[in-house]
Structure formats: C-alpha cells, structure tokens
C-alpha cells in the first residue's frame, strides 16, 4: 500500500496541514518540526506527488538550465560541475532541475528558450552566448533569470549575473611569473567575444601596467578556440618573439601549447613560464603539474541556485551582479 500524508503525520506526530507546509513551502514551520517531518518521510519513503503538488501551487517546482557545450569542446565538465552545483540547492528546496544545450549556437539556444517557455518552468539559469545581444521583448516566459559564468550585455534589464572574478584571477597569475623574474610574458586566447574572454585580457593588461611592464601586442595572439591554434600560437610566441612565460586564457589552447613545448622540447619551468586558465584534471598530471587559475564552478551553480530561489521569493527587488573568486593555485611551471 502506498504511504500517504496522513501516515507521514502520524509517524511524526503532526497534523496533515503541517506536512503540507513543510513540503510546499507555504507557510512557516519550525526548524525542529520541519526535521521531524522530513525524517518521518524518510522513514516512510514518502515521495510527494509533483504533479498534485504543482497544481496546488500553480507552480512546476522545475528549474531550467541552459549550458553552451560544443561537441568539439570540453568544457563540458566545468558546466556539469555547474549543474551539480546548482541540483545541490534545489534538492534541498524541493526542485528540480531541466537542462538543454545551446552548443554555443544562436539558433540553438533561442530553441532551448522557446522549449523552456513550454515547460512551465519557475525559473531559468543560463550560460548565455556571445553576449547576448540580441534577446528582444517576449523571447523569455513569465519567469525570474539568473546569468552564470557569463554576462549578457544588458543583463541588468533581464536577470541576476553570477561570475567569476576572472580579472582579478588573471592579474594574480601575471603578477605571481612577474615576481618569479618573468617579464616577456605571451598572451594566447580565444576570440574576445564572451565577458569571461574580456575580463582575463582586462587582467592580463592591468597586471602588466600595475608592474610597470609595457603591453605589447605582438605577444598577444587571438583566435579560433583550438588546440591547433594553441600549438601555433605557442611556437610564434617562443620562436619568433622569445617570450619566457605564457599566459593561455582557456584549456583547449593550452593543450596545443603543451603539445609544442613538448615536441620542442621546451624545458618548463627552467626556460619558459606557463599558466592555463582554469583548472582540469590534466593540468595537474602533466610534468611538471601546470600552475592554473581555478574558478568556483560548484559554487557558481550553488550562488545561482541560491539567487533563483530568492528571486523566486521575491521577484520584485533589483537584479544583482554577483562575483566569485578566482584563485591561483601554484603548481611548478613557473
């Protein structure tokens, strides 16, 4: 027989009512009684039904998720950490979470919103691409909007932004070589386009001026993400113009970087500095183990959880830009 509410009432010694509340939310319960009843519901293995639960709040209780992962990317584990993130919170609240995949594409992504609008979501959190220039009036449903990783360029009219302090996080790395005795320092990045690409070259130029270090273009180089671009990139940097530290602004680049300073035979850190921008599983296997700047990705999705959920609440209070730190963690390629 299943168990109903009235059994996870009697086995937590409340009424119906306050099993109710404390599973939809609806009105305050003490912490000590909501324990009770959600113990009892363990005990029980009691599972709500969402559907009744829905109607009875005119709400979905879903969350969607829009990320950018190309099928040539792997950024895919950034965005999943996102996403564990971001499920840690709404478990806990009572949600869940829907994801779809723009793949960084603009056609992609106005589906992913338009399929999200069909859902009767509370809420959507979103990865948005290139900016996100080009939202018109009427794209997004009737729900609150939360921006991660990256900013669109109006994001004050649609949503809360939460992201990394990417230009602190770069001026930290760049400083740290300078201090090494690293003054000729390469920079490799992907197409300026995305705010998080933006702030890492902000940094790179601050960190330069703030050390009394000239910018010089030449050893800037920016292009196509690939880690053929990288490879190329890294042999014009080291060959041509002699620089000995590199600064790669995304971990595709990096692995081309990697791959010509092995196959010439580069000696790092002993004749070239190098660090990537963000921290994967590789960078720390890699002989030596590269030094990286680590963003929050967990704690980005669990900020933007927190942030939809208080929307949620209260809908009517002024969009927030929200920013985590983005620490280097040294290692021995410097």
């Given at each position: 027989?299943?168990?109903?509410?009235?059994?996870?009432?009697?086995?937590?010694?409340?009424?119906?009512?306050?099993?109710?509340?404390?599973?939809?939310?609806?009105?305050?319960?003490?912490?000590?009684?909501?324990?009770?009843?959600?113990?009892?519901?363990?005990?029980?293995?009691?599972?709500?039904?969402?559907?009744?639960?829905?109607?009875?709040?005119?709400?979905?209780?879903?969350?969607?998720?829009?990320?950018?992962i190309?099928?040539?990317?792997?950024?895919?584990?950034?965005?999943?950490?996102?996403?564990?993130?971001?499920?840690?919170?709404?478990?806990?609240?009572?949600?869940?979470?829907?994801?779809?995949?723009?793949?960084?594409?603009?056609?992609?992504?106005?589906?992913?919103?338009?399929?999200?609008?069909t859902?009767?979501?509370?809420?959507?959190?979103?990865?948005?691409?290139?900016?996100?220039?080009?939202?018109?009036?009427?794209?997004?449903?009737?729900?609150?909007?939360?921006?991660?990783?990256?900013?669109?360029?109006?994001?004050?009219?649609?949503?809360?932004?939460?992201?990394?302090?990417?230009?602190?996080?770069?001026?930290?790395?760049?400083?740290?070589?300078?201090?090494?005795?690293?003054?000729r320092?390469?920079?490799i990045?992907?197409?300026?386009?995305l705010?998080?690409?933006?702030?890492?070259f902000?940094?790179?130029?601050?960190?330069?001026?703030?050390?009394?270090?000239?910018f010089?273009?030449?050893?800037?180089?920016?292009?196509?993400?690939?880690?053929?671009?990288?490879?190329?990139?890294?042999?014009?940097?080291?060959?041509?113009?002699q620089?000995?530290?590199?600064?790669?602004?995304?971990?595709i680049?990096?692995?081309?970087?990697?791959s010509?300073?092995?196959?010439?035979?580069?000696?790092v850190?002993?004749?070239?500095?190098?660090?990537?921008?963000?921290?994967?599983e590789?960078?720390?296997?890699?002989?030596?183990?590269?030094?990286?700047?680590?963003?929050?990705?967990?704690?980005?999705?669990?900020?933007?959880?927190?942030?939809?959920?208080?929307?949620?609440?209260?809908?009517?209070?002024?969009?927030?830009?929200y920013?985590?730190?983005?620490?280097?963690?040294?290692?021995?390629?410097?």
């Open positions: 027989m299943a168990v109903r509410i009235k059994d996870v009432a009697k086995h937590a010694g409340v009424s119906t009512a306050t099993v109710s509340h404390v599973i939809n939310k609806t009105r305050y319960v003490s912490h000590e009684v909501e324990t009770k009843v959600k113990l009892a519901m363990e005990e029980l293995d009691y599972t709500p039904n969402p559907v009744a639960r829905s109607l009875r709040n005119k709400k979905s209780f879903i969350i969607g998720l829009i990320v950018p190309k099928n040539t990317d792997n950024s895919n584990h950034f965005f999943m950490s996102i996403a564990n993130g971001i499920e840690s919170v709404l478990k806990n609240e009572g949600y869940h979470l829907l994801l779809s995949n723009s793949q960084e594409n603009y056609d992609e992504e106005i589906r992913c919103i338009k399929m999200f609008n859902q009767n979501i509370d809420g959507l959190i979103i990865a948005p691409i290139e900016g996100a220039s080009y939202y018109k009036e009427g794209v997004f449903g009737d729900y609150p909007i939360v921006f991660v990783d990256r900013k669109p360029k109006s994001n004050s009219k649609y949503g809360d932004c939460i992201v990394s302090e990417s230009v602190e996080g770069t001026c930290s790395g760049i400083k740290a070589m300078v201090d090494k005795g690293i003054k320092i390469g920079y990045s992907e197409e300026l386009s705010t998080s690409v933006n702030e890492r902000q940094g790179y130029k601050q960190a330069l001026m703030e050390c009394g270090l000239p010089d273009e030449s050893l800037v180089l920016i292009g196509e993400i690939s880690a053929a671009n990288g490879y190329n990139y890294a042999r014009t940097l080291i060959s041509d113009h620089v000995d530290g590199l600064f790669v602004a995304n971990n680049m990096g692995k081309g970087v990697v010509y300073i092995r196959d010439s035979k580069v000696k850190p002993e004749e070239l500095g190098l660090i990537i921008f963000d921290d994967y590789w960078t720390e296997v890699m002989d030596p183990p590269l030094s990286v700047i680590r963003q929050r990705s967990f704690e980005l999705g669990q900020k933007s959880a927190e942030v939809m959920m208080s929307r949620i609440q209260n809908p009517q209070k002024e969009y927030r830009e920013r985590l730190p983005a620490e280097l963690i040294l290692r021995n390629s410097f």
